[in-house]
Each structure stands twice: as structure tokens, then as C-alpha cells.
């Protein structure tokens, strides 16, 4: 398993951007499906975003296509989600989680495929 830490997180208005990362430790980072996950209260923790290895491909919710973008720099360890053209629905804290491989793929917005999460961090967004 890996340890992830997010960062990144914070207060911005409608329409602005922020640039979350993970810094994962542990060994063969860049073997894992890395995703990000974010949960409102009183909500569900869904699935936003998700990247296989050799950032070959990526995922999205439909919530979120066009305006987020995943990416990882596997010699940093380093997982990232750029959020851009930020909405207040958007508000919520934001985990990123890593996986085996196939998980990209298949179901990479389940988070019960998931076994490695970190301690998620806040984003708000206002109106």
C-alpha cells in the first residue's frame, strides 16, 4: 500500500481555479491506478477523476469533464488534479486513493476498489 498526502485545497469564487496534489510514498507508485475522490456532507464519496499508469489514459465524471484534469508525474510521486471554472457544487473534500493497475479500466469510480486513501483536503467553492 501506499501513503498518500493531499494538498492544495482552499477558498476560491465561482469560476476560479485551484491545483490539488498527492504526495504518495511506498513502493512502485507509478504501477497503481491513482484516482481522486471528493464527498459534501451528507453525501457519498464519488468517484471525479482517475488516471492509469503511464498516464496513458484518464477518467472523468461527467460532473467534471472539461473542467478538472488529472495527471501524475511518476518521478515526483505525485499525483495532481487541476480544477478549473470552479462551481459552488464543486465544494467538498477531496481524497486521492490508489489502486491495482486494472482499476483503470474498469470501475475506477468505485471507491471500494480502492485500498490506499489519504486525509482529503477542503476545497470551497462561493457564489
Known amino acids: 500500500q501506499l501513503q498518500l498526502v493531499e494538498s492544495g485545497g482552499g477558498s476560491v469564487q465561482a469560476g476560479g481555479s485551484l491545483r490539488l496534489s498527492c504526495a504518495a510514498s511506498g513502493y512502485m507508485y507509478s504501477s497503481y491506478c491513482m484516482g481522486w475522490f471528493r464527498q459534501a456532507p451528507g453525501t457519498e464519496r464519488e468517484g471525479v477523476a482517475a488516471?492509469?499508469?503511464?498516464?496513458?489514459?484518464?477518467y472523468y465524471a461527467d460532473s467534471v469533464k472539461a473542467r478538472f484534469s488529472i495527471s501524475r508525474d511518476d518521478a515526483k510521486n505525485t499525483l495532481y488534479l487541476q480544477l478549473n471554472s470552479l462551481k459552488p457544487e464543486d465544494t467538498a473534500t477531496y481524497y486521492c486513493?490508489?489502486?491495482?493497475?486494472?482499476?483503470?479500466?474498469?470501475?475506477?469510480?468505485?471507491?471500494?476498489?480502492?485500498?490506499?486513501w489519504g486525509q482529503g483536503t477542503q476545497v470551497t467553492v462561493s457564489s
Open positions: 488516471i492509469s499508469t503511464g498516464s496513458l489514459k484518464t
Open positions: 486513493a490508489a489502486g491495482t493497475w486494472s482499476i483503470c479500466g474498469g470501475r475506477w469510480y468505485d471507491k471500494r476498489q480502492y485500498n490506499s
